[in-house]
């Protein structure tokens, strides 16, 4: 079992940045496939980024040359940083953990709890 815990998210103005970490409890954090979504408030939950065990990556055409995704294995834990921030990017963002590497929510066995972004403008 893969729990994850998400934190710093928060309230940020227009073109600003936060960055988000996602803590892994398993010892095999570095076998798997890691990504990012997202739910803003009444719409469906979306992909955001994803990161394969090898370090590929895939983004959202509506993140790309704004988000950078990346991992460190030794302490487990999942990055996203987020720069140039709109407020179309607000809503409570998911780590998520599988064994396929993919954009697709169904592949994601493990999710954590979620954290809030509010971006001002």
């Known amino acids: 079992q893969v729990q994850l815990v998400e934190s710093g998210g928060g309230l940020v103005q227009a073109g600003g940045s936060l960055r988000l970490s996602c803590a892994a409890s398993?010892?095999?954090?570095?076998?798997?496939?890691m990504a990012w979504f997202r739910q803003a408030p009444g719409k469906q939950r979306e992909f955001v980024v994803a990161?394969?065990?090898?370090?590929?990556?895939v983004y959202a055409d509506s993140v790309k040359g704004r988000f950078t995704i990346s991992r460190d294995n030794a302490k487990k834990t999942l990055y996203l940083q987020m720069n140039s921030l709109k407020p179309e990017d607000t809503a409570v963002y998911y780590c998520?953990?599988?064994?396929?590497?993919?954009?697709?929510?169904?592949?994601?066995?493990?999710w954590g709890q979620g954290t809030p972004v509010t971006v001002s403008s």
């Open positions: 398993v010892p095999t954090f570095s076998t798997y496939n």
């Open positions: 998520a953990a599988g064994r396929v590497y993919s954009y697709t929510q169904n592949n994601y066995q493990f």
């Open positions: 990161m394969s065990s090898s370090g590929s990556t």
